[in-house]
């Protein structure tokens, strides 16, 4: 684990027409309420931010198109395990085992403890690109292009999984996620629309929604003890947070699960009680929860061969179940 001082980071955005009236400061503080009004005042007074790129005064009024720039100093980011282990690798792919804890871009405070930095370090010519993200907490698989080919072929295998059409050699992942005991059939599927509800702090997160996308789940119950229930899931589409949601919907959250309760919705209750108090509210970055990647099927882009990669869960996980590949 390590911890270090950032170079900081430079936020850019452009006014629009609904937040065209507002004072420099209600801007900032309505938009970005993880931080308080005096703190946005603070940064104004201190030349921190930016209109057009001339230095103002927070009660300048905003107008559509201007240029605002948020010039954040430095800061300690959080510690989080930053090695991975490669398991795949040749001139086109690279996959990894990622730690639970390792966020795969920036953002939510971390930008130099990401998967994306290490990977700039290790590869500064050629920087493998993810083909799809897992969420910080995350554990396991993750697919990676090396090459233009295998960019643009594996995005493609991507778009047609998420799409959840019938094609040849769609992208296939499975998970290991651990839940609650209970009265779980054996096996099951999800079906829960997924789609944006809004976030005090974030403006929205993915929840369980009746006007969501579609999502597809496949779940199948690998053991079961007096409190826990261990289930493998095959994604057939790829919705944002989709294990998460899909099983709470179910009645049925991630043990550990920060934000998502019983209903597939964030845990949002008492946000004045919790502004008040100081306490955090969840976000969907928050770990505590049990999800690991556990199985990779695709075509390789250059060859056109089936592809089958399976990593096993961190110690621990699952209570020490050891499950086969399928």
Not at 55 to 76: D, F, N, S
Not at 240 to 249: D, E, K, N, T, V
Request: proline share 9%.
């Amino acid at each position: 684990m390590v911890t270090m001082l950032n170079q900081g980071w430079v936020y850019q955005e452009q006014v629009d027409r609904c937040h065209a009236g507002l004072t420099l400061l209600s801007y900032y503080t309505q938009r970005y309420r993880h931080s308080s009004q005096t703190e946005w005042q603070e940064r104004i007074a201190s030349e921190q931010i930016l209109l057009n790129g001339q230095p103002v005064v927070a009660e300048t009024i905003l107008q559509k198109g201007q240029l605002l720039t948020y010039h954040r100093p430095p800061w300690e980011e959080p510690e989080v395990p930053l090695s991975f282990a490669i398991l795949y690798e040749d001139a086109d792919l690279l996959v990894i085992e990622k730690p639970s804890g390792l966020p795969v871009l920036p953002g939510g405070g971390f930008l130099e403890h990401t998967l994306l930095r290490q990977l700039q370090r290790q590869y500064p010519q050629e920087t493998p690109v993810p083909i799809h993200r897992l969420g910080r907490g995350t554990s396991g698989l993750m697919l990676m292009a090396r090459s233009p080919l295998a960019r643009a072929n594996l995005s493609q295998q991507m778009r047609q999984s998420t799409a959840c059409l019938s094609r040849e050699h769609p992208i296939r992942k499975v998970y290991l996620a651990l839940v609650g005991s209970g009265d779980l059939p054996d096996c099951f599927t999800l079906t829960h629309a997924i789609g944006k509800i809004p976030h005090p702090i974030l403006g929205y997160v993915y929840g369980a929604t009746a006007n969501g996308q579609f999502a597809h789940s496949e779940c199948q119950v690998v053991k079961r003890t007096v409190n826990t229930t261990l289930l493998k899931v095959t994604l057939f589409t790829g919705r944002p947070h989709q294990i998460r949601i899909h099983l709470s919907a179910a009645g049925y959250p991630l043990l550990g699960d920060p934000l998502y309760g019983v209903g597939g919705v964030p845990l949002l209750h008492a946000v004045d009680e919790k502004y008040t108090t100081g306490e955090k509210l969840p976000v969907p970055g928050d770990c505590g929860y049990h999800l690991h990647a556990y199985q990779l099927s695709f075509t390789h882009p250059r060859t056109d061969q089936p592809i089958n990669l399976t990593c096993p869960p961190p110690p621990g996980f699952g209570e020490g179940c050891e499950c086969e590949a399928t």
